[in-house]
């Protein structure tokens, strides 16, 4: 798995690919962790590269974005595909994180 | 099948190990179809494990998105075994198991860590809101929606398996088609009504799977109980594995006028089943003739006996089967959703379809000793006659269970909303894990489940005075089961069992019907 950030005028994009399981989701909760102590961050998990995701994965997204919303801030997802779109979608996520189908539409 | 087969001397690749092995409870499977791959306790080696997975699932055959499914079922399961089933300090390993079965791949995760105990999974909430949402049994979840069969089995001293079909994404006849309303009175297998005709019966060929699947979903709708025979390519498979053995009656113009199958399934008699006739060739007599093949089949393969489902929304099969010689004892009331429909749709519960068993044994039956409870001994010992088998039924002096552990197998089919409990060895524990399986079975959402204890077994009154406690009822006996024959109980999750509705033929039924009715404390 590799996390690459970059700060959008308001919104912090970080661009996750490869696998995003219990093996990397430490990794992912420190990169993710960077950000969300700010006051009213607007955190955007763009997965366009992101291939595979499991529970560990997916429950690490989860206290990211209560985190946020303990924060003031908000999480946003988009660019999903194949099964990471399909776990997500199963996993009812999407009735409180917003989805998007790539960066630009979530900016 | 698996690359690492070819391991036999055990190759040590740190934490792991490759093997072809094969356990006693599969003798009889081929070991090329069969890999075992243990592996240490620590999440470092999950990868691994789940390459030798994914190995496995592209020598069955599987495309890249079921791969990925596969993966993240068994990388969940896996992950569990790892962070719950062994003290955080404890190294230790497990097994991870890829059995090649037909049209699929069988995968089961066994571990000798701590006992299972269902009433600790969580359940995960999918429409929980973000604040209420927690993430626990999210493992779980995602692995009942990406593979077609779960179960987690106690194996008492030996530990727990979790065990994982997935089934290729092959043609279902069925798929696309608007839903075919049931007809009203399914087919009678063989009435006779018109000219009978002539027909060659002989085993199916693997090209006329489609014609056979096709036959039954004409008949049957989406109705039958046996899953498989939808998908032609799995009933071909299964034929040639030897699970299934498909009969079949051609015309003089090579039209399949009709089918009738012989299923054998672990620890149960085989079964004659899937009696399909087209209608234009109803009431001629096929079914009769597939029926005398497969007996005339069955009794060259030494066979002791065959049993059958018998449908009680009409008399037609009772009569049928009881012209071939088979005898009535027991019955899966409720055994059949109303209407079923495929995974993620709940079945109609409202008016599920109850099935009277009969047996018919080929040769004289041997002599054999039984353990019945006292409250049902005259009825089972009754049974025992109509069956023409010599049964003493013992008076067991048993007054607890062995102080061993219990080991249990417990398997849900989801589509038909129900459960299975086998258990191979009764042990101290039976009583609370029967009492977590149910509260597990419930969460669920099984609506029945159907039990079957060994009748040689003199603690098998005990079980049965505990199970009925927790609401089973004792609905029959069937012969034959493994190594002995199995006393059989039902219980009921919101299921009201419609006792005058059953359509029942022989005196046996009938008195059988009535006394399960008179012990069933939700029965008006």
């Known amino acids: ?107 | 099948m698996c690359a690492v087969n070819s391991l036999e001397q055990s190759e040590s690749n740190g934490g792991m190990k490759s093997r072809a092995v094969e356990t006693p409870s599969d003798a009889d499977i081929n070991p090329r179809d069969y890999c075992c791959l243990t592996v240490s306790n620590d999440l470092y080696f999950v990868p691994i494990a789940l390459d030798y997975v994914r190995g496995a699932a592209t020598q069955c055959g599987f495309g890249d998105a079921d791969l990925q499914r596969i993966e993240l079922a068994v990388e969940e399961a896996v992950s569990n075994v790892i962070e719950h089933a062994f003290a955080p300090d404890e190294v230790a390993t497990f097994d991870v198991i890829c059995r090649r079965v037909a049209k699929g791949l069988e995968i089961r995760i066994r571990d000798k860590g701590m006992p299972f105990d269902p009433s600790q999974m969580p359940e995960y909430q999918p429409d929980a809101d973000l604040d209420q949402q927690t993430g626990a049994g999210l493992g779980g979840f995602l692995i009942k929606q990406f593979v077609d069969e779960y179960e987690i089995c106690n194996l008492g001293p030996e530990g727990k398996e979790t065990r994982l079909v997935k089934f290729l994404d092959t043609l279902n006849i069925a798929e696309g088609l608007p839903a075919k309303p049931l007809p009203e009175v399914l087919q009678p297998p063989d009435t006779p009504t018109a000219q009978p005709i002539d027909v060659n019966v002989r085993w199916m060929r693997k090209d006329e799977a489609i014609e056979v699947a096709k036959c039954v979903y004409d008949s049957y709708g989406y109705s039958y109980g046996y899953e498989h025979i939808y998908y032609p390519d799995r009933v071909a498979a299964l034929n040639q594995s030897g699970e299934l053995r498909s009969a079949v009656a051609v015309t003089e113009s090579g039209e399949i006028a009709g089918h009738f199958a012989l299923v054998f399934a672990d620890n149960m008699p085989a079964e004659i089943a899937i009696a399909v006739t087209k209608q234009q060739y109803r009431g001629r007599g096929v079914a009769g003739h597939l029926a005398k093949f497969l007996g005339e089949r069955a009794r060259a393969m030494r066979l002791k006996g065959l049993y059958g489902k018998q449908v009680t929304v009409h008399p037609y099969t009772q009569k049928f089967n009881h012209k071939l010689g088979y005898h009535d004892c027991a019955f899966l009331l409720a055994h059949t959703p109303a209407s079923t429909a495929f995974k993620g749709i709940a079945p109609d519960n409202s008016n599920r379809g109850s099935d009277v068993l009969g047996f018919k044994y080929f040769w004289p039956a041997a002599p054999r000793i039984i353990y019945p409870p006292d409250r049902h001994a005259e009825m089972i010992v009754k049974l025992y006659d109509n069956l023409r088998v010599p049964a003493t039924a013992a008076r067991s002096s048993e007054s607890e269970f062995p102080s061993c552990q219990t080991i249990m197998r417990v398997s849900v089919n989801a589509r038909k909303a129900l459960g299975d409990i086998r258990i191979p060895q009764y042990g101290s524990d039976v009583d609370d894990m029967l009492h977590r399986e149910l509260w597990r079975l419930r969460r669920e959402e099984v609506r029945v489940v159907e039990m079957y204890l060994n009748l040689a077994d003199a603690v098998t009154p005990l079980v049965v005075a505990a199970a009925e406690q927790l609401g089973f009822i004792f609905t029959g006996i069937l012969p034959e089961t493994g190594r002995s024959d199995s006393l059989i109980m039902q219980w009921f999750n919101g299921v009201h069992v419609d006792y005058d509705s059953l359509q029942l033929v022989s005196d046996t039924a009938r008195e059988l019907a009535a006394y399960i009715r008179a012990n069933d404390p939700a029965a008006v």
């Open chain 1, 1 to 107: 798995m590799q996390c690459v950030c970059d700060k959008t005028g308001e919104a912090t994009v970080i661009k996750v690919s490869g696998r995003l399981n219990a093996a990397f989701a430490p990794e992912f909760d420190q990169e993710c962790g960077k950000w969300i102590d700010e006051e009213g961050t607007y955190l955007v998990l763009d997965l366009e590269e992101l291939d595979y995701i499991s529970s560990a994965g997916l429950r690490c997204i989860l206290m990211v974005a209560k985190r946020l919303k303990a924060k003031g801030g908000k999480l946003a997802m988009c660019g999903l595909q194949g099964m990471v779109e399909e776990v997500v979608n199963l996993s009812g996520f999407a009735a409180y994180i917003p989805i998007f189908p790539s960066v630009p539409e979530a900016l």
